[in-house]
């Protein structure tokens, strides 16, 4: 119980983040460019030269267990790959947590390892990134997060 109401207050406490930090929905644009060979060749080379460490080449994450914390208290990162729960999220919460960094985007105390890679990567590259990750998903993830897209973006207007 304690976990899910950590897992739902993170979120919200996500998503006020994301509604108040200035330009950042904006530059997300509304759905990634997962179908845009150009865009999803970049993002598999900076996926492996920026996420595969940690991550997983196959995007498999950095341990079975992902979810349990380790003796630091941080989560092991997580999968990438339909087994995960990167596609339970909206388009522009992928790219504030890419960009920003968990711990920036979540608040509250939350620790990660995850850093942002504002500076390193542009927006364009991150939102490549983000689309081949999300190329690599089954077609029925691939529609379910699309909803999830398109509820997020009715919330918005």
């Known amino acids: 119980m304690k976990t899910r109401w950590f897992a739902l207050t993170a979120c919200a406490g996500a998503a006020a983040l994301w509604f108040a930090w200035p330009g950042q929905a904006e530059k997300a644009g509304s759905l990634l460019p997962y179908q845009d060979a150009e865009a999803l060749a970049l993002g598999e080379a900076l996926y492996g030269e920026h996420c595969a460490a940690c991550h997983g080449a196959d995007l498999e994450g950095q341990v079975s267990n992902w979810r349990d914390r380790d003796a630091e208290g941080m989560i092991p990162a997580p999968p990438h790959d339909e087994t995960g729960h990167t596609w339970h999220h909206p388009d ?66």
Do not use: C
């Open 92 to 157: 522009a919460m992928l790219f504030a947590i890419t960009k920003l960094g968990t711990e920036a985007v979540v608040g509250q105390g939350y620790r990660s390892n995850m850093g942002g890679f504002e500076g390193i990567l542009t927006d364009e590259e991150i939102l490549a990134t983000l689309a081949w990750i999300k190329s690599t998903w089954p077609q029925e993830v691939v529609e379910a997060h699309d909803e999830i897209n398109a509820r997020y973006e009715a919330t918005r207007n």
